[in-house]
Structure formats: structure tokens, C-alpha cells
């Protein structure tokens, strides 16, 4: 007889809540434009003039991209990657030996110490040839083993695995489980103390890198005991320690050189001493990490849409339609247009982001959020446009429009790959909601007690004298500002009528807000569909102020100035039009039909809408059996010598 599966812990909505608020970065010492944007309050002098790189970071920046532009070209081989569904062991080794594993790892423990921007700009380049190979180095040092060291590592740690990790050894960061996504409450991989040691035992999925990884990020739960706070704790793991099994290299739809699986822990002794900061930290941690690593996707992202942008003029120029090239039919140059202006948003969002992460005279967990909600949705539009564009080629694979005399565009390749962002590294769901609660942070941090159903009424009391003093300051500056004054931001000249546009939007999405928060009260966070159309309308505000900023640096430098305004304009225009459908939706949507169909569905209503069909689904479990102990699988881990 089996043993019974292990299910993660039973718990409450609300303590999956105050499990995920307490790794929450709770306080702001440093200012922040996108909270002040979802406040109403418009603070350009945060972002403009548009921070620069200092001269000798731009040096080393530029002279790394040049080799690894050489590399890209001559000794990596996209097509082969996607055929095969594996990266080549060499062209990895050449990567090592390129010094690209330390991209962002100091120069004194062997890495190269380039600034966030030059990091992205490199993923951007990688990923054009091979987006595989772009993940790769993204997991490693994004999310991986090198980025919570450098925050929360000893400098024992530091010492003992950044050199390793600079030059030789690939990193993966191992979070979800089979049964836990986004709900880390329920985490339930174990790390028990025992001695100078803890005891791992569980089983992690998704480990992006986790097939080919020297050294593991592992996220455990400690449980409490004396001496022992206990709580989700974050160790450094050597890949190819005793009891670990790589127990399955999972395939996609798309990445598919992606060196991801299953991993299993069997009584893994990891020294205490590999444990980053102190039990109980590690969600936090992790939530600290992806304030600056999530920055690597959209990186990726506004690469392919340059690389959409390149492929839909040359494309659209040659091909022709009833007497003229296919872009000059309005049908056709509405998307090209959407594409060229989105792909200058994308750089334009990425890019000031990067600086001021490098600047750190910002908070940016926000705007880096943004720029993967926002860059990982819109990559997929252009890449769906571009599919469009090119017709029945668009879902022709590279291979086969090569095999038939044709040029091997692989852009059904890209709509695959790109699919995945929505989802990696926060779903756009779970963006959503992780962006609406900092949006909203400074409303709960006054209101917060009034709403709460478990809190005293001396306490509602205090939280009622708070907030009435708060909203007299606050709700008096939403009534007027700079966007209802003629001539202001002048110097931005024809976008200046889009920066006002901003500030006067930013105010009545902040009066949106508290109007849904007066309404909703307690219900607020049931509202999600409505919370997540304000996080996309802050979304397009954000990319807009950040398109005309870096406009207006190409025009003060001469560099396209004239052309970079002109896709500003265009950009701005465009998504002043989805600012309006998405307030419009604000208030009249079908919410409250939606949640009545869903609880007819999932009461079987609507089965009989099922019938006529067949289900090519086998009917093995919905979810793998991770109870703990040895594995019985092949360990398909393999090290790239």
C-alpha cells in the first residue's frame, strides 16, 4: 500500500495574508515616483532630467557588449538551441570564459561590476540570438544564488561562493513546489536543524537552471523549536550534495533549451553557516531580490521588440498587396505603428528604471514591478502583431520557411517564448495584486485599523482621528494641479501637453481609489478585477512619463531627438486611448456576473456545455505526489565541465 501524498500545511486566507504582508518591505526611506503617481501626485523632478551612467561604468559597459555581440554572432547558434531543446555545453563554457556569469558580481570577487543597465542591455543582446540562453543567465544572477548574497550575504559567504559563481558555477533560485505557487504560507519543503546542520527533505519545481546548477537558492521551512525562531529561511546548497535528485528536466511550449526541473531533497545536510540572514527571513529576502532582479525580464522584453519592430519593416516593405508594399494598407501599418512606438516605451521604461536602480537615490519596487507587468504584456502584443503581419509565414516555423528556399524568421518561435513572461517571476495576476497593495499602502498605514473587521473599536477610534487628518491634507491637492495649467512643462514642448495629461490622470486615478476604498472598505481586497485596472492605468501612466523623459534626453543630445519625439507622441496617444477604456471599466464591467457565472461553473451548472468534445488529457492527478523521501528516479542533473 502507497503512502498517503503529502499536501503543504492547511491555512487561512488570512494567514496566508500576514505570512506574504510580513515579507513585505514595510517602510520607505527613500522616495519613490510611481508611489507618488498612484497618490496624484506627479513628481517629475524624480525622474527628469533622465539620470545617466557615469563615464567609466558607460566604458566597461560598452566594451563588454562589443564581446558579447562577437560571441552572439559567431558562436551561438539560436536555431540549433530551439532544435535540440539544449543549450550546447560550449557555448556555455564560452560564456564562462567571457567573464558573463559575473555580469553583475563586484570585480574584487572575479565579476565584471557592470551597472544594472549594462546588465539588462546584455540580456537584451543574448536574448535576440537565443532566449533560452538569455534565462539562463537571467536565472543566475537575477534571482539566483549571486543577488541575495550580495544583499544579505556574510562576508564569509561572499568570500566562499561570488568568486565561484563569477567565473564557474551556474545558480538557480528553487521557491515553488508542485502544490505552491504564489502562496508561500503553504510552503512545505522542511529544513530542521540537527547540530551545525539543517536537514532538507522536500520537492521543488520549476528550478529554472536547476538541471545544470553547481549552487542552489533553497527555500525551506524551519520549524520552530527552542533556540530556533523557525519560518521560511533561505540556504545556499551545493547542486550536487548527497540526497538531491534532479528527478525530471520539464519541457515547454516554448524556451526550449530551458534547463528546468524537478528536484528532490532527501535528507540534505546543508551547513548552518550557508543559511542567508536569519530564520524566518527568507520570504523577505526573496521579495528583495526580485525588487531589482525582476528588471531582467522586461529587459528581455523590450529586446524582442526591437527585434519585432526590425522583422515588421523589412517584412512589410517587401511584401505587397494589391499595388503596394502590405504597410502601406492602414490595416497593416496601425500595428506596425503600435509596434515601433511600443518598442520605444519598452527601452524607454527598462532603461530609467535600470539607471535609477543604479542611482539608488529611489525606491523602485514599484517601478520595477511595472516594468515586468507591463513589458511582459506588451512584448506579447507586438509579437502577436508581428505573427499577424506576416500571415501564414508568422506561424510557419523558422525551419520550415527555410527548408522551402524562404528566410528563417522564427516568429512563431517568439510568440512561445515570450508566453512565458506573463507568468515567470509573478504572474500578471499576482503583479497585480503585489502593485495595488504598495499603490495603497499609504491609505492602509492611516485607514488600515478602520477596515480591519478583527480590530477594537478604540483602535478603529485612533485609525478614524489618523485618517481624518490624513484625507484633510490629501484629498484638497486631487482637485487641481499642474496639468490644468496652460504652458506647463514647456520645455518638453509638443509632449508637454501628454505630462500634463499625466498629472491630471494621476490625480483622478488617486480619487478613484480612495472612492473605491470608501465604498469597499474591508471588501477592497476582493476586488481584484477592479485593482488590477488601476495598476495597468498606472501602468501606462508610468511608461508614458518615462517615454517623454527619455525623448526629451535625445533631443537635448541630438541623438534621433526629432524621430524619438515623434514615436512619443505616437506612444502617448495610443495609450491615452487604453487609459480611457480601462477607467471606463473602472465602473461599468461585468464583475458581478462574472463571479455568479464562475460559481455556476464550478457547481457543474454548465457541464452540458461540455458535451460534443473529448478529452485528450490523461487521467493521472492534477498535482504530482511530493511526499517526502529517496527518489526512485534517474538523476538527470548533469555539470557543464
Known amino acids: 500500500m502507497s ?213 542552489l537558492v533553497v527555500m525551506a521551512r524551519v520549524p520552530a523549536s527552542e533556540g530556533h525562531r523557525g519560518g521560511i529561511t533561505a540556504f545556499v546548497v551545493e547542486g550536487d550534495s548527497p540526497g538531491i535528485t534532479v528527478e525530471h528536466r520539464n519541457a515547454f511550449m516554448g524556451l526550449r533549451g530551458l534547463e528546468n526541473g524537478v528536484t528532490r531533497f532527501h535528507r540534505v545536510r546543508v551547513p548552518a553557516a550557508n543559511r542567508i540572514g536569519p530564520e524566518g527571513s527568507g520570504l523577505k529576502i ?133 508566453r512565458i513572461n506573463r507568468i515567470f517571476e509573478g504572474s500578471t495576476e499576482i503583479m497585480h495584486l503585489l502593485i495595488a497593495r504598495e499603490a495603497v499602502d499609504a491609505h492602509l498605514a492611516v485607514a488600515g485599523d478602520i477596515i480591519d473587521p478583527d480590530k477594537a473599536l478604540a483602535d478603529k477610534a485612533r485609525a478614524g482621528a489618523r485618517a481624518g487628518g490624513f484625507y484633510a491634507r490629501w484629498l484638497p491637492k486631487l482637485v487641481a494641479g499642474q496639468g490644468q495649467v496652460p504652458g506647463a512643462y514647456g520645455e518638453f514642448g509638443e509632449l508637454a501637453t501628454h505630462l500634463r495629461y499625466v498629472e491630471r490622470t494621476s490625480r483622478k486615478l488617486a480619487r478613484s481609489t480612495f472612492y473605491a476604498m470608501s465604498r469597499w472598505q474591508g471588501r477592497m481586497e476582493l476586488k481584484q478585477a477592479f485593482l488590477g485596472r488601476i495598476v495597468d492605468i498606472g501602468a501606462e501612466l508610468f511608461a508614458m512619463s518615462a517615454v517623454c523623459v527619455r525623448a526629451e534626453l535625445l533631443r537635448t543630445t541630438g541623438d534621433h531627438g526629432r524621430e524619438a519625439q515623434q514615436l512619443a507622441d505616437a506612444f502617448c496617444r495610443q495609450a491615452r486611448l487604453r487609459i480611457a477604456e480601462l477607467f471606463g471599466r473602472l465602473w461599468a464591467n461585468t464583475d458581478d456576473l462574472d463571479r455568479k457565472v464562475v460559481d455556476g461553473v464550478l457547481a457543474g451548472s454548465y457541464t452540458w456545455l461540455e458535451e460534443g468534445i473529448l478529452d485528450p488529457s490523461d487521467d493521472g492527478p492534477w498535482i504530482a505526489d511530493t511526499t517526502p523521501g529517496p527518489s526512485d528516479k534517474e538523476n538527470v542533473h548533469r555539470k557543464i565541465r
Open 286 to 418: 526573496a521579495l528583495t531580490t526580485l525588487n531589482t532582479g525582476r528588471l531582467s525580464l522586461p529587459a528581455a522584453c523590450a529586446g524582442a521588440g526591437k527585434w519585432c519592430l526590425k522583422i515588421a519593416r523589412e517584412w512589410a516593405a517587401e511584401r505587397e498587396q494589391w499595388g503596394k508594399p502590405v504597410a502601406r494598407h492602414e490595416a497593416v501599418g496601425t500595428k506596425i505603428s503600435f509596434i515601433a512606438a511600443t518598442a520605444f516605451a519598452l527601452e524607454a521604461v527598462v532603461d530609467l528604471a535600470s539607471q535609477m536602480a543604479d542611482e539608488d537615490r529611489n525606491d523602485i519596487r514599484i517601478e520595477a514591478a511595472l516594468a515586468k507587468l507591463y513589458g511582459s504584456e506588451m512584448a506579447w502584443r507586438m509579437a502577436d502583431e508581428l505573427v499577424q503581419i506576416r500571415g501564414g509565414r508568422g506561424y510557419e516555423t523558422a525551419d520550415s520557411l527555410a527548408a522551402r528556399g524562404e528566410r528563417a524568421v522564427p516568429a512563431e518561435q517568439l510568440l512561445r517564448d515570450l
Open 3 to 215: 503512502a498517503p501524498t503529502q499536501r503543504p500545511p492547511k491555512v487561512t486566507e488570512r494567514e496566508a495574508r500576514q505570512v506574504a504582508e510580513a515579507a513585505r518591505q514595510q517602510d520607505w526611506h527613500k522616495p519613490s515616483f510611481a508611489k507618488e503617481l498612484f497618490l496624484g501626485r506627479f513628481r517629475l523632478d524624480l525622474i527628469h532630467p533622465h539620470p545617466l551612467p557615469a563615464d567609466e561604468d558607460v566604458r566597461r559597459g560598452e566594451a563588454f557588449l562589443a564581446k558579447l555581440r562577437a560571441f552572439c554572432e559567431t558562436r551561438v547558434d539560436g536555431g540549433l538551441i530551439e532544435r535540440e531543446a539544449r543549450i550546447p555545453d560550449e557555448t556555455v563554457r564560452g560564456l564562462k570564459e567571457l567573464g558573463a556569469l559575473g555580469m553583475k558580481i563586484d570585480p574584487k570577487y572575479g565579476g565584471l561590476g557592470l551597472t544594472q543597465l549594462y546588465y539588462n542591455r546584455a540580456l537584451a543582446l543574448v536574448g535576440s540570438v537565443s532566449p533560452a540562453l538569455g534565462a539562463l543567465l537571467s536565472a543566475h544572477q537575477s534571482i539566483g544564488v549571486p543577488q541575495p548574497l550580495k544583499i544579505f550575504g556574510t562576508q564569509e559567504q561572499k568570500d566562499a561562493f561570488l568568486p565561484r559563481l563569477a567565473r564557474s558555477d551556474i545558480s538557480a533560485f528553487l521557491l515553488t513546489e508542485p502544490d505552491v505557487g504564489s502562496d508561500p504560507a503553504r510552503l512545505a519543503t522542511t529544513a530542521v536543524p540537527d547540530g551545525d546542520d539543517y536537514v532538507l527533505d522536500g520537492v521543488k519545481l520549476w528550478t529554472t537552471n536547476g538541471v545544470v546548477a553547481d549552487l
